[in-house]
């Protein structure tokens, strides 16, 4: 029953407070979504970034250390892992949860930020064996050795000749996740739309 309700709002598409919050939030990816999605993995430059892209990074730098330490007890290598594993896999927690409440614009929410966590990480891995880009801390990977994720966990696998090509791999899983969460959040906002004229419709004398 719950299901089939939830179904339903999905149809119909977010209304009221949701549908004009959902319409802001559709406003706002819509703008950050090139910054993430059009920008090659291997480029290093953040001087454009805006404030929300950097509070978004903030929020995925808070997930990506808690990840380290939630991981530290099954060894180093997974320890490393973690922080760029646990940066995508909240998101894509946080989805479900949001679609198990009843949530109608949340999941296609925390789908576009799973693949805006996964482009981040792909700039990471693409960065591997040149290390130039600003780590934690004020350093980079070439300033100094042994602090780099992706570094190690490509040397550890005997991948690291292929760090490039692995981040436009990563870089194009994330790109495709936020354009799917991007689309499916400004249907269900047409929905709203719709369903919002249809009863403005209805009311008028």
Not at 108 to 133: E, H, I, K, M, T
Request: charge should be neutral; hydrophobic fraction near 50%.
């Amino acid at each position: 029953m719950r299901r089939t309700k939830h179904r339903d709002q999905t149809a119909r598409g977010p209304a009221g407070i949701e549908l004009a919050g959902a319409l802001g939030l559709l406003a706002a990816i819509l703008w950050m979504t090139p910054a993430f999605a059009l920008v090659p993995p291997t480029s290093v430059d953040q001087t454009s970034a805006s404030f929300l892209h950097h509070l978004l990074s903030m929020a995925n730098t808070v997930f990506h250390e808690a990840g380290h330490v939630i991981l530290s007890p099954f060894g180093r290598f997974l320890t490393v892992l973690g922080g760029s594993l646990l940066q995508v896999v909240v998101p894509v927690v946080a989805g479900f949860a949001l679609w198990r409440s009843g949530s109608v614009v949340g999941p296609p929410f925390a789908l576009w930020w799973a693949g805006q966590s996964a482009a981040s990480v792909a700039r990471y891995v693409a960065d591997a064996q040149g290390g130039r880009l600003m780590l934690l801390g004020g350093v980079t990977g070439r300033d100094a050795p042994g602090t780099h994720d992706w570094r190690n966990l490509l040397t550890w696998t005997g991948l690291l000749e292929w760090d490039v090509q692995l981040g436009w791999i990563v870089h194009s899983v994330g790109s495709l996740a936020m354009a799917v969460g991007l689309v499916w959040l400004a249907w269900l906002c047409w929905q709203g739309v719709l369903g919002w004229l249809a009863g403005a419709e209805q009311q008028a004398p």
